[in-house]
């Protein structure tokens, strides 16, 4: 059976919101981190999948969503590098990865 | 063709520059021989034009400008919006009049901070740029180009008086900031809808000034369905912020603040040239962009004038700093320029004569008072700096101690006051025989505001330099030869343009004659 | 142009003094300074506390020294406050008092009353010789007064000569400024009036300065070169009101007399107020004078601004003929307008309390400013303009000329009669006086009464205030009659030509003031104002009163020879120093016009003919014939005015010189107590102008001051505070915590993207 578009949309929207809860309500940075990594596959399932539907015949065959989840994959993967040695410089300071403790850039 | 203009409000730019790279102990002397070099070129900006054979017609008007440099600048376009600005600088009478007028008072100004010891050498660049800026505004040509100078002027206006000031220094700073921009952002919208109204009305998109002069904006514009004549609209957006500069009531309170805090030299130069721009603007400007909304708003301009006038004097009499008092002095002297305009485009069928007599009244009084307040600066600096002290009646007697101080002080005074023979007579004379037939009223408060005048100056020179000396001041010297010349060269002026004030009307004429030949085509009583 | 040489180079006359004064300011004073500093240089270091005199004021005697610096701190404990609460603005007698009261209360501040008694009834003006470039200055002034006198004289004779010049002729200097046909015209303007006046200036003014060099070198030996420098200045100015051929130029005169006043009132401005005396500081009493000239100045200038406004010249000559046919109404009022300048100028009431004060100045400065010159100018101001008084002008302008004159003469007079101060009595005097003048111009159809008596007021008045200052040289500065007596014997090279001159004003039959006067008594009673009639005879009567009482208090007295009338008993211990010839002289050549010039106005010798000599000028209005004056002798009426002299001069005689009736014989009474209280204390006028001026200006003053601070800056400062508590408030959201950025990240899209939806769904538009 060949699954709808639809079913592709749904699939990365849920994975989207439990990332952003994921992100918004933890504690602990890296758990943070990896709700991030959660939205931004969501997103690349969105992409692939409107990358191979047919829904717009001027976009179809053409690989575009298929690019740019490859584009989102590297990207992610030097975000979650930065952001882990990010992490690891904080705790060495502060010894803690709480995002609560973190807040250098308020007022 | 020598780019006089352009050297003329770059030259201390560049001072600025090489004093920044120069050697510390030379900063004064750099800081002087630039400004005084720009103020000898200046005086050909003057020289010019009657060497050039034409004779005092030669001046031009906004039209026809006797000096003019112009530099395509920022020219594009968006579908039929276009953006046209040009590096346009010119000078006809009026600027050349304040022009010479800056370039003098910025040269005596630094003479006059000699003892400042201080950071000279930031003081004195800041100085020769607010120069820069001040040239800027009285020699642009384009709208947007007069704007960008307006706004540079401030910047080192308020670094002058944050760092250099009195006590309560940073509190005034602000104020004077806040308080410009907060009309200068009016004016912006003022020239973007001025720019871009006349451009839709026209089809040619310009800024530049003989072109905004020579085109009115017609029609009315609706604003949240209230409909309000556009050149009325025009001339209020625009004249908010000359109003705060000039400064007129209500606008006027970061004068005193400002007055007080700021060093001598910067008093002096806030004084003398920086409300002038106001002055300029109101007639440059708002009068000759907005001549329909101008005469509609003559009315209430003729009313606040004299409540200024009145109400500055009033002010004055119970100040007990001596600054205070001089800067509330100033709030009054500014009324008449306020009163002349709004004589000069008042409705009525008045005699063109008259309307001429009370706007060279008005022009001459911003260069009067530049001069006059100049000079009242500088004698009040002479004592602060052997005194550390402004309070009046804290002083007495020092008339004993400081002869040559209590009779420069004394000149001031009476120039201030209006004694004839010196320049403030001539102003508030032509500002009263021109204004009597239009607003009678309000000439007549402003008439009783000279015996006002008197009252709070002669009260100052009698409490500080009369009677008695206060044993407390007996170790005063008097004001030494270098704090004398700039007040000197300044009585020289004062004295000159009140005996044979001729001059400035022959250099002002064509241009002030171009203002009054608009206001007489305009309908008579346009409402 | 005339023609005439000296007429149409009439600029040459106020050219002089201002030679002069160029020379004198710029070229000679510094050098005069220099030698001074450096003679003084040495004497600064020695006596730190002499500089109370400064630098400016070379030698001070050595026995001053030591009393003068104790005062010094005491005042700076506790006096300068009560000085400055109550001089402050305008002092006025009881006022001082109040302040000596207070200040007696505090600890320091007895001890420097008394201290300032002894300090003010032993003046210690400064000793010293004035430099030789100071004396130069000196001889330069008078020789440019001179030679302005002899071109004046030139002017008056070329007008005898040549009838045709009398018809006044316009002289172009240059354009001040020339706006689209308005014409604002430096011009001279030289008629029979101008003349007369250019005379009568020229002649008092080098009179003056001739007296100035003895007095001024005992008053203010460091000041030398200053006062003959404000002198010059002073005598420009005058000579340019008075040649003035526009509103214009008479305005820049006007304005410029009146600073030379404030400069020469101020001439002793170190001096502090005389507490005891009831004077104020010279300081305040110029600053008054200044600004009380000035209110009348300001209705001068709306007067001015009218006549411009309708004619749009300021030329006199060309002013009647743009009127034709102007608002009468308007016209009455802009002249009466005119007149407040000269109520302001003459010191007629309500403005004639700067007069009194004006005596601070230095005595010649009071003699040629305040008596015979500047005060006068108000009458010449009205004289000038007289034409459009007359004929353009409804009859109450001239009405209200005539009562304010009748009613000052009156008014000064009485206040003169109890005055103990010798120069007060004569300024006094002068406002008195010159309401005659006004009431002359006012009643008459011509000018010729009151610039008669201009005329010889200018002579007589100066004579007797430059006599006073003989006197006041003579005692060491003591101004208070009730310390004098007797000096005729003492000091008769002034005593004669005082008592000359007091016979003049005082209208004694062939002097030169009874001739004046008669005339103006004589113009109200021919035009049947019966009751100015009456003020100016009972005034007579009184002038000729105080003016006895001045000459027995001063001069003669209890024990002198004929009755008290010459020499007595001298009140005070303090010896007196002969005035040398420079003092006396110029008394002497006054004494001359003091005594003769009434035989201008006599036609039995010299065909009266100053009246119409002076009516030739551009001043008559039309129709009228400026006749010669009648002969005085011929009416009645002459007699009962000779009769109210008499009356005056024998009950002064009988008071003060033979002591007949007792001095004190009107105030045992206790209305007699209080009338002399009022007449003491000027009516009080100066107490409530200083309460109007305290409660009611600088009551509104502080209104607005308030206003600035609290309303307009209490909303600057609101609005600004206001926008800085909000963002305090505001920057609590700016929590720093990503997580609650995200959620509001997210939040705002997700409300965005439901308003879209409902949007969309519901297709809203």
Redesign the interface.
Known sequence: MLLSLNSFLILGAVLFSIG?FG???KRNAVS?LMGIEIMLNAVNITLVAFGSSVVNPQFSGRLTGQIFAVFIITVAAAEAAVALAMIIAIYRQRSTVD??DI????? | MFPLLTTLVFLPTIGALVLMVGPKGASRWIAAIFSGVTFVLSLWLYIGPLVGGSGTAGFGSIMHPAWSESIPWVHFAIGTLQLNIDYHLGADGLSIFMLILNALLSFLAIIGSWHVSNRTREYMALLLILETGVMGVFCAFDLYLFWLFWEVELIPMFLLIAIWGGQRREYAAWKFVIYTIFGSAFMLAGIILLYFSLGAQNGAYSASFSYLASHQVAGTYSIFGISIASQLLLFLLLYLGFAIKLPMIPFHTWLPDAHTEAPTAVSVLLAGVLLKMGAYGLIRICVDFAPQGARDFALPLAVLGAINIIYGAGCSLVQRDMKKLIAYSSVSHMGYVILGVAAAIGPGATNPAFREAALTGAAIQMFSHGAVTGMLFFCVGVLYEKAHLREINAFGGLMARMPRLTWIYTFAIMASLGLPGLSGFVAEYLVYTGSFANFPAQTIIAAVTMILTAGYLLWMLKRAFYGPLNPRWAHLNDANLLEMAPLVMLGVVVLFVGVYPGFLVDLLRPSLHQIIQTMGSLPVAGR | MSGNVFIDNIWVIPALPLLAFILNIFVIRPLDVAIRDRSHGAGHAEHGHAEQHGQDNGHLADNTQHTVPDIDALVEESYVQGIDDIDGHIATPAALARSIRKAEHTSGGAAAVTLMRDAESHPHHAHGEPTIFARVNGYIGILAMLGAFAWSLGVLFAMLGNGALRNGTVVHLYDWVAVAGINYSVNFYVDALTAVMLVVVTTVSALVQIYSQEYIEHEEPAGYSRFFAWLSLFTISMLILVLSANFLMIYIGWELVGLCSFLLIGFLGKDAPKMQAGRPSPGAAAMKAFITTRVGDFGFLIGILILFTVTKTFEFTAIPRLLTGTDQALLTAAMILVFCGAVGKSAQFPLHVWLPDAMEGPTPVSALIHAATMVAAGVYLVARTFVLFHQFAGPQSLEVVAYVGGFTAIFAASIALVQTDIKRVLAYSTVSQLGYMFVGLGVADTIGPGTFHLMTHAFFKALLFLGSGAVLHALGGEQDMRKMGGLASRIPQVAIPFLLATFSISGFPFFAGFFSKDEIIAQTLQHGDYVLYAITLFTAFLTAFYMFRLWFLTFGGEGGRFGGWWGGQYRDTRTISQPGIRLWLPLAILAVPAVFAGFLGWNVVSGGGFNAFISAANVTPAGIVGAAFDNPFTSGATYVGIAAAFLGIGLAWAMYGARIIPANVLTRNPLGRGIYQVLWNKFYVDEVYLAFIRFGIMGLSRIAVGFDRLVIDGILNGVGNGVVAFGRGLRRSESGRMQNYGAAIFGGALVIAAAFFVVVYFNIK
């Open positions: 952003l992100a918004l309500s943070v995002v609560g807040n250098m850039m308020k007022w």
